[in-house]
């Protein structure tokens, strides 16, 4: 038995339905040690919404899933029952391959996509709306109410360094990210 990670087209938007009527119908059909994973690849995010900071999961390639299956093995004749039994899912797409035969994933790309997974829950990125050059205005701290360019970003840390206005003189001060919105 030879295990490889496949990816699949799905609908956008019912990338985890689909995921679990696929596992549900390997189930059911007792090919459970064909496919040992499905996942849809995820990354956790910090972003600010409405002046409230959250951490969401998103969807690091809408529209695919991954699933670690046997589905080419020349020896065993369930190979091509798993193969089917994927293929005929509600919501499935069809196998990213060539040729009308899926390709399987590299161990590279497999070990990206589930170090960059991992990665994540450890310390979620940082999403940051804003681009340099973009006018703000600061609505934190010790420069409430103050308008200025941002000059630099840096989105490891979640920081945003804004050149203000102070005493007629240009001061670079560097704040958080959710401390600052744009100007409309």
Not at 83 to 98: A, L, Q
Request: hydrophobic share 35%; proline share 4%.
């Amino acid at each position: 038995m030879t295990l490889h990670w496949y990816v699949i087209r799905v609908q956008a938007g019912k990338e985890e339905r689909v995921k679990e009527s696929i596992l549900k119908r390997i189930y059911t059909h007792g090919l459970s040690d064909k496919v040992t994973q499905a996942l849809v690849p995820t990354e956790r995010v910090t972003e600010v919404r409405a002046g409230k900071k959250r951490t969401v999961a998103r969807k690091i390639f809408p529209g695919y899933l991954m699933v670690e299956a046997d589905i080419d093995g020349d020896e065993d004749p369930r190979a091509e029952d798993v193969w089917f039994c994927i293929r005929e899912t509600p919501g499935f797409g069809d196998f990213v391959g060539s040729h009308g035969k899926p390709d399987p994933m590299s161990d590279q790309e497999v070990e990206q996509i589930l170090g960059k997974m991992e990665q994540s829950k450890r310390a979620p990125s940082v999403e940051i709306g804003f681009q340099r050059g973009d006018q703000v205005r600061i609505k934190e701290g010790a420069f409430l109410g103050y308008e200025g360019t941002i000059e630099e970003i840096d989105a490891e840390k979640g920081k945003v360094r804004v050149l203000i206005n102070v005493l007629g003189r240009s001061t670079s001060v560097e704040l958080d990210h959710w401390e600052v919105e744009t100007l409309s």
